[in-house]
């Protein structure tokens, strides 16, 4: 039976097609089959996967559907995902009755952070509902954070620094979160691929391409390792 990831924010524009296309790739490139479900009305992660299409760029192992309804999200994960190892479903970048289907469905949901007030208020309200859909309906879905669109001037500004206290503030407020150590920075890669380039592993292996390879190589690493130990220790 697949697992089922889901890139949640209640913020557009946060970076979740972005993280969903990099995660996609990876985990393809172990050999994992893996479906993506656009369930954003905005359909970026739909447009992208056009474009590979017309570009004669569609990579191996993944594929994509859209799905924008609570009946056909249900059924595309239930149905259409058992042929798959791994579902990944981009959700609205605003609240909607559609998250609490897509985070009850999942097993992992991961919400991108990047350095501004606005990111920290919406990743906030991730955890709260995932912490909340954990306790309506007994079960035991992890959530992870991520920071995205670092850069090393950024990491000086006070909203960079009070990511790390504030995923601890939830931590000690019960909420069960975690910060992960790995940073997605600011690369004219992760842009240029959603003009329908495939992947990022599919790019030629110039020196900005392996670091950015490199950086989404250690994300999947920690996200699986943080999973499977099913420990949240030294989260933030």
């Known amino acids: ?5 889901a890139a949640v924010s209640n913020k557009g524009g946060a970076g979740k097609t972005t993280l969903v296309t990099l995660l996609a790739g990876e985990y393809a490139l172990r050999g994992e089959r893996v479906l993506l479900i656009d369930a954003d009305n905005r359909q970026n992660l739909a447009g992208w996967w056009r474009l590979c299409s017309e570009k004669s760029n569609v990579p191996e192992l993944i594929d994509v559907t859209v799905a924008s309804t609570q009946r ?3 059924a595309t994960i239930k149905d259409r995902g058992a042929g798959f190892d791994l579902v990944i479903v981009d959700a609205p970048g605003v609240d909607s009755s559609l998250q609490t289907t897509i985070i009850r469905s999942s097993a992992l949901v991961v919400s ?20 909340e859909i954990n306790d309506q309906f007994g079960l035991n879905i992890a959530h992870f954070n991520v920071r995205t669109r670092i850069s ?14 504030f995923v601890a503030g939830l931590i000690a407020a019960q909420y069960r979160t975690l910060l992960l150590d790995t940073e997605l920075f600011e690369r004219n890669i992760y842009r240029e691929i959603q003009n329908g380039l495939g992947t990022l592993q599919m790019q030629d292996l110039t020196d900005p391409v392996r670091k950015a390879r490199l950086e989404v190589q250690g994300l999947v690493d920690e996200i699986e390792l943080r999973r499977t130990s099913g420990t949240f220790e030294d989260a933030a």
């Open 1 to 5: 039976m697949a697992r089922t990831y």
């Open 72 to 74: 056909s999200i249900e």
């Open 112 to 131: 991108p952070i990047q350095p501004a007030i606005k990111e920290l208020e919406a990743a906030g309200q991730t955890v709260a509902a995932v912490n």
């Open 152 to 165: 090393v001037p950024g990491r000086n500004l006070e909203a960079y620094r009070y990511i790390r206290p």
